[in-house]
């Protein structure tokens, strides 16, 4: 929050910051209120109302304005919006996510865990890895449980030593996709989707593109092993 101490000021005059990145007007809500700076949070969900309402042709800004709204407010009703309109995957994720928590607290843990149930499904898919894991904890504190493998219960080896993020980064590969796309996509750097296809490569006891390719369409055929290579 030092960091963003002129907030309440600068969205009170140049909002348009706000359309280069819509989503961030949720993060900062969020950042906002845990550090118990309501009036902050309220300067970005001014600014990001001000600029969905001077074009509603962009729903995309209303579902990010819907989003820090419902964070704010602790408004189920905003944060499904958000959820079901938001732009990209991870953003209706995140709303997801945070619709469960009002849920929660609202006292409808039904309805919570399937949110979070949404979101976490969602995470998986992405690779992210870090969401997935903080989901799945308020799961559990919901009383819903989900089989994952520890640090201390995975193989060393084989498809199911792979952790969420290198199986993910496993099956854009086999689809083709460059490591710089595979950053782009999943938000990590270049230096970080090579050091994972290291790791895959060790784990799988492979040393090319291809031959992981062939491993996981092995792996997608009725969970059969792949061709020489047991579990």
């Known amino acids: 929050m030092a960091l963003l101490a002129d907030l309440r000021d600068r969205f009170g005059r140049h909002t ?26 309220e300067s970005v969900v001014a600014g990001a109302e001000a600029l969905s309402g001077a074009n509603p042709e962009l729903p995309v800004l209303a579902a990010c304005a819907a989003h820090a709204r ?38 409808r843990r ?26 799945r904890r308020r799961l559990r504190g919901l009383g819903v449980h989900h089989r994952h493998w520890s640090s201390a219960e995975r ?6 030593s792979l952790t969420e993020t290198q199986h993910a980064v496993s099956l854009l590969v086999a689809d083709g996709w460059t490591n710089r796309q595979i950053a782009e ?21 492979i040393s090319s593109r291809v031959e992981l390719a ?14 020489g290579h047991g579990r």
């Open 16 to 41: 348009p910051a706000l359309a280069l990145e819509p989503a961030a007007s949720a993060w900062m809500v969020r950042l906002a209120l845990a550090a118990a700076d309501r009036p902050a949070a």
């Open 70 to 107: 419902g964070l704010l407010d602790g408004d189920p009703d905003a944060l499904a919006h958000a959820a079901a309109h938001a732009a990209d995957p991870w953003a209706r994720a995140s709303a997801a996510e945070d619709l469960g928590r009002a849920l929660e607290a609202a006292g």
């Open 110 to 135: 039904a309805e919570a865990a399937e949110s979070l149930e949404h979101a976490l499904a969602s995470y998986q898919d992405m690779g992210a890895a870090r969401d997935a894991a903080r989901t």
């Open 155 to 160: 193989p060393v080896s084989g498809w199911d």
């Open 185 to 205: 996509q999943m938000f990590l750097s270049v230096h970080t989707v090579t050091f994972h296809l290291r790791q895959v490569y060790r784990k799988l006891n």
């Open 214 to 227: 062939r491993f996981a369409v092995a792996e997608d055929r009725d969970g059969a092993d792949p061709p």
